[in-house]
């Protein structure tokens, strides 16, 4: 068989299935859409035609995504999830090489590595924090720098000063907001001064769809042009594109989750102090070694590696699921396992 060796080196991306009672490993909303919600999606689809492709761009989407966020149309890109969108904006930009910031996100690695580009590491402080400074100092040669905000697994967001030394450099940031509704801050107002910034969204998260698959980018408009020259055309399907439409006009509903998920965020942070790391996402890394002692409960987390092996990051549940989690942590604890 003719594999290239670079796609022999690759293992699948795998995540646990089985018949687990709580499911905490991969930040997902803990609650699905209202019934009434699912009923207004459902009337929408029936008037959809299954037979026609989707808009070539999903125009309807852009422009929705648009007018909640101020914003043109020809600002906005759309695909089917927040990995898509990554695999074409590691395509995109001229440069050496790619900068991350780790811990951080391990998807930039797996595009950078697929597309044969190099990464350049600038790693965040002992408090997760980045250098601007120092990633400035690779920029020049950089196709893009990936900033996540709230960083993922760590949890916490990244100082606007040391996002703006970035930016002056004229380098392409794509600024990872996939968490920024947990922390009510984001860098959507820089976009009429930086043309090069890129900022990432999904609606996997504070907006209930990962089972749909839908993230944006807000760019400038030349950059919003290029994606599209190399983008899949129908990526983002139809049936996708009309949830999203409708979950954008019930923003009230996810903000409601999305301060439930804060509260039992801080509720858990609270019982953990010493092991937990102050978190603006949806959920919390931790200093405990405890992925198969809660897996034996029942209880699926995800399981880190490399500088933050023997950490976990769990997601935030629902309070009865929370609960399981802390009694769970308690007992672990007391056992010194
Ligand atoms: N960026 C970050 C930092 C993430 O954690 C995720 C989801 N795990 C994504 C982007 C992409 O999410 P999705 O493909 O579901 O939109």
Redo the contacts with the bound molecule.
Sequence with gaps: MKIRGLVKSFEPYRVLEGNYKIWLD??ENPFDLPPEIKEEIFEELRKTPFNRYPHITAMPLREAIAEFYGLNPENVAVG???????SYLTRLFKGDYIVTTPP??G?YYFYAKLNEIPVVEVPLDESFTINGDMIAEKAKKASIVFI?SP??PTGNTQPREEILKVLDTGVTVVL?E??AEFSGKSCIDLLDKYENLII?R????AFSL?GA???YLLADEEIINAFYRIKSPFSLNSLTMITAKVMLNHYDVVMERVNYIIKERERIYKKFKDYAYPSEANFLLMRLDAYEFLLEKGIVVRKLGGQLKEHIRVTIGKREENDELINALKEFLEGDY
Excluded: C, I, Q
């Design positions: 991969k930040n089917n999830g927040g990995d898509e969108l990554l951080t996100f998807m996540t960083n993922n990872d996939a968490y990432l999904t609606f996997s998260k990962a698959r839908a993230g």
